[in-house]
């Protein structure tokens, strides 16, 4: 029966190439190791295209593969009804991306989306961010622009946060004079500004699209490899459990929003972009949002409700309360700003086909509880390792203290 399965799904998947009802495109993506990557790879292997992937650290593809297959699940689809040949890694070294003009599937190449970033929002990493974000991204810009001839877009994942702090509103334009706070923002808007002045003087058109915090599938709950925006904050109220903290106070506005998209909205919109292709203008910029927002305090509530403690809102009252503060300072600070973001460009030119983000209670908190689940399953003890490893020397001692009160009032308990 699976075999039978499996033929008719080669079939159907070989019909839809070849009677015309899509053409196949040969698409070119990095960062396929990642969450968004993968889960772009996945649905554009799935409509029967060609993936040409460009991984690091990755010479055997496996890495890569593997990705994809995990991706495929999140999304429910098949293994079997990708055509796995149609997916090539290709290796890079970001340091040398030219490269890659002996690639001999750079003339086979449709479009690019580029995906890869360093996420780091340290100052320290600053030169290899920018490297990376700015130097790399132009560099691969400009290898697709003078060597790819039937190359006809460069799709570019920014951040809506591009707009800066300082910003009422973030709209779909390059931001001049942005309010910028770290290196992950401030490399990200570099890059946004080069791209936009290369889209309008050399060959290659170039869509910027920017997600806000890109959460788990609705359905699924799957959210990949990520402990990003909404995540990390949540990693560090499990990291505070799992050391036995019950009660946690968060420096947090009540009234604040959370502009969360499913990842599976975020790829629906995208893959309808790629599909009007030849209506799109030279460079466009596309902010990928919700239009309607949950409270901040809505997903505090459901892992409140999962994880059965108290958060309350409030200046940080117990140590591990300030070791979360100090840890998450960063996402906390965008946390507790109001963003508005506007998304008419990206409606207007999808039109009826535009994916709206419907966030609802139920969803959030089965989004939430999968990835609470998944991060309690095996993981959890290297999870913490690593966020302990962040943990400057007073925060490791404030958390010993608290781990050493905790275990006194067990004992006094028992
Ligand atoms: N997740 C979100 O909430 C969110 C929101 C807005 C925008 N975005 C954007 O979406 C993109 C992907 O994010 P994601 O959530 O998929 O992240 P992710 O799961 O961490 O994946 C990041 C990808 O980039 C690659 N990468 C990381 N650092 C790199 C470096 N220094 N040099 C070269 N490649 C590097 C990784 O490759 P390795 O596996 O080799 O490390 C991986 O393939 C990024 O451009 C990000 O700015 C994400």
Redesign the pocket.
Known sequence: VLALVQFLQKLWNSYLVNEGRIDMKTILIT???????SSLAANFLHQGHRVVAL????PEGE?TKQAVKTACTGFSISHAAINWSNLVVVPID?KRVNDLTQQPSLPSIDEAWH?????TYSSKKFV?AFQ?NLTATGELYEVLNDHAPNCRRFYY????YTGGFSKKVIEERIHTNPQLVNVYQAS?WATETSLFIKGHEMRLPVTIL?????IGHEQTGWS???S??MYSLIAAILTGVEQGAREITLDLKEAVKNNVIPINDLVENALKLSEKDALQEKVEIFNAVAVESLPLTTSLDIVSKILNIKISLGRPKTLFDRVIHSVGRHNLEFARTEWKFTNDRLMTVLGPEFKPTCMTYDKLFHIIAKFIEKRQAAHAPFKQAAFLKKLGLVAKIALHKFAQRRSKEAQETA
């Open positions: 960062g396929v190791t990642g969450f968004v990557g991984s690091r650290h990755d890495r970001y995906v890869a970033a360093e996420m290899g990376q994942i920014s951040t809506a990200k920017r997600p806000s915090i890109v990949g490899y990520n990003f925006g």
